[in-house]
């Protein structure tokens, strides 16, 4: 069954500095997805993105926050410049263009700001 | 804005006991309800999902749901559980309509004990 992917598994960087988290969506899902979940917190939406460009997006998603298709297979998450508080299990999902399918979650991407 | 609430953070359970985890919702409008379950260190998997029609949804691994729209609640069950079942579940809502973000539980720990 295809998967979402989500590279690196674990990331860890000094605050202050940018990071880049890298998802494959499943290849032909059309919407795309973030959400982060913070230690001991509930899961919580960032963005969704379709055709090139941010569909929904929470007051989380500031403008430290990006994202972007930059080619036929990734979708990535920039945060700029890092703080403590960004420290969280980062997750990637996506989900098909046609009404009511859900969304399929990668395996995220543990980030830790020191 | 919707919210979910799931009422019991740790449910532990004997193995071939029967198992519901609890779980409502709040909403103003037409609502999708989900459950996903995460085994340790992997991603958010679907077990089931509730868009319409017959109230008792059946899912993977002999789960089931049942949306009761007068108490809005949406609680998972399962006959016999096994000890493969000790997972973390969360209960989801999203507005109906495609690619919405959604609205997580605060997740409920399900222990199945030999």
């Known amino acids: 069954e295809p998967e979402v992917t989500q590279t690196p598994s674990h990331q860890v960087t000094q605050m202050g500095q940018e990071v880049i988290l890298r998802c494959v969506p499943i290849?032909?899902?059309?919407?795309f997805y973030w959400y982060r979940q913070i230690l001991g917190q509930k899961v919580e939406f960032l963005v969704s993105f379709y055709n090139n460009e941010i569909s929904e997006k929470s007051e989380i998603f500031d403008d430290q926050f990006s994202v972007e298709r930059p080619d036929g297979s990734n979708f990535t998450l920039k945060i700029r410049s890092t703080k403590l508080e960004d420290s969280a299990m980062y997750f990637c999902a996506s989900s098909r263009l046609v009404n009511n399918q859900p969304q399929h979650f990668g395996d995220g991407t543990r980030l830790s700001i020191l | 804005a919707q919210s979910v609430t799931q009422l019991d953070s740790q449910v532990p359970v004997f193995e071939e006991a029967p198992v519901e985890l609890r779980c409502n919702y709040s909403s103003s409008v037409s609502v999708y309800l989900f459950w996903y379950v995460q085994y340790p260190n992997q991603g958010l998997q679907l077990l089931l999902k509730y868009l319409s029609g017959s109230t008792l949804v059946k899912g993977i691994n002999g789960f089931e749901a049942e949306f009761n729209k007068s108490q809005t609640s949406f609680h998972l069950r399962k006959p016999s559980v096994h000890i493969s079942d000790t997972a973390e579940y969360f209960c989801a809502v999203s507005i109906s309509g495609s690619a919405r973000q959604l609205t997580f539980g605060s997740g409920t720990q399900l222990t199945v004990l030999p």
């Open positions: 290849s032909n899902h059309l919407y």
